[in-house]
């Protein structure tokens, strides 16, 4: 039975970084057949996919258009886990945050973080 | 990208049924037969209700049906009880291998 377990601070100042990080446990995040994505939810903006890993023979990272330019996910294999960051916040960027297994469907959720972006 | 149109709000007498449309463009909806639906109650993590547009994951009742034509996907809750009340969203794969999600509709349960 896949779990994923989400970890990271629920208050985040203007102009910081968000960071988040996702454990996996019953699967791998090295896995030549699972992605791993990060998606949002807003009472403004609903629901908003950000971006994925995934392992096939290397590592690939894509990442919605809206925020491109301030995020990255990563993999960290020897804690079986992976993670978002994501630069130079702003209020807008207050959501309910959620790891997730899947490329185009989502199946198996995080247990979703309550980040606020305040000073 | 602009997010898949869908009805902001449906409503409907327990056991009748309701549909909820998801409009996209050929970019997405159109081009792919990957479409989810997802089940929000407040609180707590999406629930994945129909996978590839008319596929249901394990343990989702047969109340539940998709179906896609063109740019638009639909989701089917037939015999509606109290329990669906909830929020729906769409979710397409979409080009530059991104996922597009739409806006969400309010489902209320007369």
């Known amino acids: 039975q896949v779990q994923l377990q989400q970890s990271g601070p629920g208050l985040v100042k203007p102009s910081q970084t968000l960071s988040l990080t996702c454990a996996i446990s019953?699967?791998?995040?090295?896995?030549?057949?699972?992605?791993w994505s990060w998606i949002r939810q807003s009472p403004s903006r609903g629901l908003e996919w950000l971006g994925r890993?995934?392992?096939?023979?290397?590592?690939?990272?894509d990442y919605a258009v809206s925020v491109k330019s301030r995020i990255t996910i990563n993999p960290d294999t020897s804690k079986n886990q992976f993670s978002l960051q994501l630069n130079s916040v702003t209020p807008e960027d207050t959501a309910v945050y959620y790891c997730?297994?899947?490329?185009?469907?989502?199946?198996?959720w995080g247990q979703g973080t309550m980040v606020m972006v305040s000073s | 990208q602009s997010a898949l149109t869908q009805p902001a709000s449906v409503s409907g007498s327990p056991g009748q049924s309701i549909t909820i449309s998801c409009t996209g463009t050929s970019s997405d909806v159109g081009s792919y037969n990957l479409v989810s639906w997802y089940q929000l109650h407040p609180g707590k993590a999406p629930k994945l209700m129909i996978y590839e547009a008319s596929k249901r994951p394990s343990g989702i009742s047969n109340r539940f049906s998709g179906s896609k034509s063109g740019n638009t996907a639909s989701l089917t809750i037939s015999g509606l009880q109290a329990e669906d009340e909830a929020d729906y969203y769409c979710c397409s794969y979409a080009v530059s291998s991104t996922v597009i999600f739409g806006g969400g509709t309010k489902l209320t349960v007369l």
């Open positions: 997730a297994r899947g490329n185009y469907a989502f199946a198996i």
């Open positions: 890993t995934y392992y096939r023979s290397k590592w690939y990272n």
């Open positions: 019953g699967d791998s995040v090295s896995s030549n057949s699972t992605v």
